[in-house]
């Protein structure tokens, strides 16, 4: 699968994080969101994937990369940009793609915005060739809504083992980006932006009907000030998409 390893401009029209709007939805976003999340859950892929609201911090050079590095020890995981020159692209799977709206000769565009490495994440299951039908439709849904833009398909990996009653709080040192396991209860939710949600399904054991549970499993935390620095959050809460 031809997913290619982002450069500066991938990121020029993504929204800042510290914008006001950046995790306010349209209508239309939401229902993109939804459509997005009934799609991976139609094929069953709510182990692997979920979807991903794009973004930037910090500005990134044509020679860097962004890898997120995890420490099971410390519970924390850090991405930072590093040199592409030393990176070994077999070892490194993309968890964060963005699809964009221009067509490349095989009908997608695809580009990696952040990166794990597989001796970190030995069972993570990346994209594949197989999934090129599921790609295919991602996109097109993206498409209807214009939300190539807005929208990304995230791999899931937790290194950290995160419970129900924790968070990851995220600061900014610099250019790295430092999330810490923290209690739940430290987070004030009015603050909380989501930027990645995953889908389980559901079926009621009287009647046999399914429907499809979204629950946002990270988000940034931003201060009273507007600014990102002082941390982001993973969070879990639901509502129905069907």
């Not at 090129?132 to 097109?140: P, S």
């Not at 980006?177 to 995953?198: D, G, K, Y």
Request: glycine share 8%; hydrophobic share 35%.
């Amino acid at each position: 699968m031809d997913i290619r390893p982002h450069l500066s401009a991938d990121y020029v029209d993504l929204p800042d994080i510290d914008n006001n709007n950046t995790g306010t939805l349209t209508e239309s976003e939401d229902q993109c969101l939804g459509m997005l999340g009934n799609l991976i859950a139609e094929y069953g892929f709510n182990h692997r994937f979920g979807v991903t609201l794009l973004h930037y911090h910090f500005a990134v050079d044509d020679s860097e990369i962004f890898l997120e590095e995890p420490s099971r020890e410390m519970r924390m995981v850090t991405t930072r940009p590093i040199q592409k020159s030393s990176i070994d692209f077999t070892s490194v799977v993309p968890i964060n793609i963005r699809f964009l709206a221009r067509e490349s000769l095989d009908g997608q565009d695809m580009v990696g915005l952040e990166y794990v490495s597989m001796v970190d994440f030995p069972g993570i299951e990346a994209v594949q060739e197989s999934d090129a039908g599921f790609l295919k439709q991602f996109e097109q849904v993206l498409t209807t809504f214009s939300g190539h833009s807005r929208f990304g398909l995230g791999v899931i990996h937790d290194s950290l083992e995160i419970g129900e009653d924790e968070v990851l709080l995220e600061h900014c040192n610099g250019r790295s980006l430092h999330c810490n396991v923290a209690l739940r209860s430290t987070v004030a939710q009015p603050n909380i932006i989501e930027t990645f949600w995953t889908w389980k399904t559901l079926t009621d054991g009287i009647d046999g009907m399914k429907w499809c549970e979204k629950s946002c499993s990270r988000a940034c935390f931003k201060s009273d000030s507007g600014s990102h620095s002082s941390g982001h959050a993973s969070i879990h809460h639901n509502s129905n998409s069907w």
